[in-house]
């Protein structure tokens, strides 16, 4: 009897097991049906969801705001499948749940969607350069070619090791990740030789009217003037090769000899002739000038593979980006500009073939021309095709117009601040360019620790990943600058310093107009001669005819002198011969 007794206990006991279990399966059910439900906007979801108890109080159906720690768990699983891909990816965190790291999720970039642009946002001291570096040591290590601009020089330390510090190593460990120090290689660049780098220069013609409107800060009409004058320059072939060839070629359109150059196709006027001129020796006062000229850089440059199979990371130093701001952004959509036009199309290719990071994007965008933004959007739009992605790099999604952030597929964002209305509401305005999910983002951001971000991004698939709180990893090179005699004796030893360290001058506009005004000059002076010649020669020939109308004049005066002698000699004869022949026939005599 006590047998059976204790079989009935187990039967029941595993009844009630059983009878729980499909009662959590219930509520597991019907919260990620809720979930689903909210991440389609079509109902709030509360921060946990539970299957109804009769023995508890009734619950608001109003929504309740979301901690950082209190998210459903079941995100975490939709989390995980939809950063799982089955094409090739660069890991770059892992997953924060309930404001600890999940070492188990992952958060991964397919390699396929990186030209697909992208965004990294965040405050001062969030993180962002150190993301900038991650992403391009990812990049470079799967043998993607990687172009960053390097504002402060904080990024020199990619040619050397990282330290394995006991925070660093304690770090890495939490978040699951297999960290070893590692150095990349590495091209250092500067603008016209200002700084340590390899030089990249461009020829005024190749820049262009519309990039150079914007450095010289020139507004639409004065533009349209800017496209004249090149306009007339590619005409008639004359090379702007520095500034002082484009300031050659507006001298001579305003002077005398050059305004009925531009009389079938426009003019410009002194005054907007003046401000350009003035705005060139202005950006020449600055040191304008070492960015433009000969040896033009040859953007294949930066598609480089290092022997070891990882791809080359070119840094542009930019050491005074303040002072230059302009120039330096403008030069850098020229840099993508000549990208779009020298590379072949790749359509969909399984890796980029090139990803710009383009830091203070902001900079951009200051003061820009309708032409110049409209030019921007579609090199962002087009230039994916020719398999090079760009991620911008500034403080706020809204420093980026909506043409621009509507291109943009991935987006990792740091930690907002919001302590004033402005920040308040571009924090708002943040949230909302992201999918719909269940975090309450207006609170999430601001608490987001140095290193870690909010990111969504495309699939392979083209489709937006779910929302997910992320720590980033650590990157393997030494987080700060290198020592400058290193990075100097790095650049030295590159083969791209010798090809283009020394400047050249070519024979260009200012040369060619130099003769050209020259032989305009001499057929000024031998034109003048010969109308003096002829001048001259006109006088003798007048000269000549009035001596000879004189003589004609002095010859018929004699002549009339003769006749009227011989008239009155005649006259008198017949005046004799008459009185003979009266008197004759009077007297009857004649007289012989």
């Given at each position: 009897?006590?047998?059976?007794?204790?079989?009935?206990?187990?039967?029941?006991k595993?009844?009630?097991?059983?009878?729980?279990?499909?009662?959590?399966?219930?509520?597991a059910?019907?919260?990620?049906?809720?979930?689903?439900a909210?991440m389609?906007?079509?109902?709030?979801?509360?921060?946990?969801?539970?299957?109804?108890?009769?023995?508890?109080?009734?619950?608001s159906?109003?929504?309740?705001?979301?901690?950082?720690?209190?998210?459903?768990?079941?995100?975490s699983?939709?989390?995980?499948?939809?950063?799982?891909?089955?094409?090739?990816?660069?890991?770059?965190?892992?997953?924060?749940?309930?404001?600890?790291?999940?070492?188990?999720?992952?958060?991964?970039?397919?390699?396929?969607?990186?030209?697909?642009?992208?965004?990294?946002?965040?405050?001062?001291?969030?993180?962002?350069?150190?993301?900038?570096?991650?992403?391009?040591?990812?990049?470079?290590?799967?043998?993607?070619?990687?172009?960053?601009?390097?504002?402060?020089?904080?990024?020199?330390?990619?040619?050397?090791?990282?330290?394995?510090?006991?925070?660093?190593?304690?770090?890495?460990?939490?978040?699951?990740?297999?960290?070893?120090?590692?150095?990349?290689?590495?091209?250092?660049?500067?603008?016209?030789?200002?700084?340590?780098?390899?030089p990249?220069?461009?020829?005024?013609?190749d820049?262009?009217?519309?990039?150079?409107?914007?450095?010289?800060?020139?507004?639409e009409?004065?533009?349209?003037?800017?496209?004249?004058?090149?306009?007339?320059?590619?005409?008639?072939?004359?090379?702007?090769?520095?500034?002082?060839?484009?300031?050659?070629v507006?001298?001579?359109?305003?002077?005398?000899?050059?305004?009925?150059?531009?009389?079938?196709?426009?003019?410009?006027s002194?005054?907007?002739?003046?401000?350009?001129?003035?705005?060139?020796?202005?950006?020449?006062?600055q040191?304008?000038?070492?960015f433009?000229?000969?040896?033009?850089?040859?953007?294949?440059?930066?598609?480089?593979?290092?022997t070891?199979?990882?791809?080359?990371?070119?840094?542009?130093?930019?050491?005074?980006i303040?002072?230059?701001?302009?120039?330096?952004?403008?030069f850098?959509?020229?840099?993508?500009?000549?990208?779009?036009?020298v590379l072949?199309?790749?359509?969909?290719?399984?890796?980029?073939?090139?990803?710009?990071?383009?830091?203070?994007?902001?900079l951009?965008?200051?003061?820009?021309?309708?032409?110049?933004?409209?030019?921007?959007?579609?090199?962002?739009?087009?230039?994916?095709?020719?398999?090079?992605?760009?991620?911008?790099v500034t403080?706020?999604?809204?420093?980026?117009?909506?043409?621009?952030?509507?291109?943009?597929?991935?987006?990792?964002?740091h930690?907002?601040?919001?302590?004033t209305?402005?920040?308040?509401?571009?924090?708002?305005?943040?949230?909302k360019?992201?999918?719909t999910?269940?975090?309450?983002?207006?609170?999430?951001?601001?608490s987001?620790?140095t290193?870690?971000?909010?990111?969504?991004?495309?699939?392979p698939k083209?489709?937006?990943?779910?929302?997910?709180?992320?720590?980033?990893?650590?990157?393997s090179?030494?987080?700060?600058?290198?020592?400058?005699?290193?990075?100097?004796?790095?650049?030295?030893?590159?083969?791209?310093?010798?090809?283009?360290?020394?400047?050249?001058?070519p024979?260009?506009?200012?040369?060619?107009?130099?003769?050209?005004?020259?032989?305009?000059a001499?057929?000024?002076?031998?034109?003048?001669?010969?109308?003096?010649?002829?001048?001259?020669?006109?006088?003798?020939?007048?000269?000549?005819?009035?001596?000879?109308?004189?003589?004609?004049?002095?010859?018929?005066?004699?002549?009339?002198?003769?006749r009227?002698?011989l008239?009155?000699?005649?006259?008198?004869t017949?005046?004799?011969?008459?009185?003979?022949e009266?008197?004759?026939?009077?007297?009857?005599?004649?007289r012989?």
């Amino acid at each position: 009897m006590t047998n059976q007794n204790e079989a009935e206990l187990a039967r029941l006991k595993a009844a009630a097991l059983a009878a729980e279990a499909v009662a959590a399966e219930a509520r597991a059910a019907a919260a990620k049906a809720e979930l689903e439900a909210a991440m389609a906007g079509s109902t709030p979801v509360s921060p946990t969801t539970e299957a109804p108890n009769e023995s508890a109080p009734a619950k608001s159906d109003a929504p309740q705001p979301l901690e950082q720690a209190s998210f459903p768990d079941e995100y975490s699983g939709i989390v995980s499948d939809g950063y799982t891909f089955s094409t090739p990816v660069l890991t770059i965190g892992s997953y924060l749940r309930d404001g600890e790291v999940d070492p188990n999720i992952r958060i991964s970039l397919p390699l396929a969607m990186l030209n697909r642009h992208g965004l990294v946002a965040g405050a001062t001291g969030t993180g962002k350069t150190r993301t900038l570096q991650l992403l391009a040591e990812g990049m470079s290590d799967v043998g993607i070619p990687v172009f960053i601009t390097d504002i402060k020089g904080d990024l020199t330390g990619l040619i050397e090791a990282g330290t394995p510090t006991e925070k660093l190593l304690a770090r890495v460990s939490q978040q699951g990740q297999d960290w070893k120090p590692s150095s990349h290689p590495v091209d250092f660049f500067t603008l016209g030789g200002q700084g340590t780098g390899t030089p990249i220069r461009t020829t005024v013609s190749d820049f262009g009217p519309i990039l150079l409107a914007k450095v010289l800060g020139l507004n639409e009409t004065q533009e349209s003037a800017l496209l004249l004058i090149f306009h007339w320059a590619d005409t008639n072939r004359l090379a702007l090769i520095d500034l002082g060839d484009l300031k050659s070629v507006v001298t001579y359109l305003t002077s005398t000899d050059g305004k009925s150059q531009l009389a079938e196709i426009g003019g410009i006027s002194a005054t907007t002739a003046g401000v350009i001129l003035r705005e060139i020796s202005e950006l020449q006062s600055q040191g304008g000038d070492s960015f433009f000229g000969e040896p033009a850089f040859n953007v294949n440059d930066f598609l480089r593979i290092d022997t070891d199979g990882r791809a080359v990371i070119s840094s542009l130093e930019l050491p005074d980006i303040q002072g230059q701001s302009s120039l330096f952004s403008t030069f850098i959509m020229w840099l993508l500009a000549e990208l779009f036009q020298v590379l072949p199309e790749v359509g969909d290719a399984d890796k980029p073939k090139l990803v710009f990071f383009f830091d203070e994007a902001h900079l951009l965008f200051t003061d820009a021309t309708p032409e110049f933004l409209k030019q921007v959007v579609q090199t962002v739009r087009l230039i994916r095709s020719k398999g090079v992605g760009i991620f911008f790099v500034t403080q706020s999604p809204k420093d980026i117009p909506d043409d621009v952030l509507a291109q943009l597929g991935a987006k990792i964002q740091h930690a907002l601040r919001a302590h004033t209305p402005n920040d308040a509401k571009a924090l708002r305005e943040t949230v909302k360019t992201y999918p719909t999910s269940p975090l309450d983002l207006e609170k999430l951001l601001p608490s987001l620790g140095t290193g870690e971000a909010i990111i969504t991004l495309l699939d392979p698939k083209g489709r937006p990943t779910p929302v997910a709180p992320v720590r980033l990893w650590a990157p393997s090179a030494n987080m700060g600058m290198a020592d400058p005699a290193t990075v100097n004796s790095h650049v030295h030893a590159s083969p791209l310093f010798e090809r283009y360290k020394n400047a050249v001058n070519p024979e260009s506009a200012t040369e060619l107009l130099e003769a050209r005004i020259a032989q305009e000059a001499a057929q000024r002076t031998s034109l003048k001669e010969l109308e003096e010649q002829v001048e001259a020669e006109k006088k003798v020939a007048e000269a000549e005819q009035r001596r000879l109308e004189r003589e004609a004049a002095a010859e018929q005066k004699r002549a009339e002198r003769r006749r009227d002698s011989l008239v009155d000699s005649i006259m008198r004869t017949a005046g004799r011969t008459i009185t003979r022949e009266i008197t004759r026939s009077l007297f009857g005599t004649r007289r012989r």
